[in-house]
């Protein structure tokens, strides 16, 4: 099949597609986490691939804003953190999860997000 811009824009559009859809997810999930719980700093997670994802006092939102922290993993070590097969603070001592900036905040976050 020779190549062409309607495939190239059709390939485009379904992986925009896909990552909207994964990140839209991890938002849900992680509002969920943090039900009734209120979170005063603010932490990035990039998840590799697909996006950012900014926590602050004003909620959860994909994004790409400076924070206090940042932490950085892969899409499946953000699942497993997330739905509990994992453990953050083993993530981060094993490398799966790498961290830059103020490491209180991450320690605030976990604690919220356990």
């Known amino acids: 099949m020779p190549f062409t811009k309607e495939l190239l824009w059709q390939d485009i559009v379904k992986r925009t597609s896909k990552m909207t859809d994964i990140m839209v997810e991890a938002v849900a999930a992680i509002e969920k986490k943090l039900t009734g719980s209120v ?3 603010s932490a ?11 926590i602050d006092s004003s909620g959860v939102r994909v994004s790409d804003d400076e924070t206090e922290v940042t ?11 997330l739905e509990g097969d994992l453990d953050s603070a083993s993530a981060f001592m094993t490398g799966r999860l790498q961290l830059d900036g103020d490491m209180s905040v991450a320690m605030r976050l976990a604690s919220i997000l356990s």
């Open 44 to 54: 990035k997670f990039e998840i590799e691939g697909e996006g950012s994802i900014i």
């Open 39 to 41: 979170f005063d700093g």
């Open 71 to 81: 932490l950085s993993a892969s899409l499946e070590t953000f699942q497993e953190i």
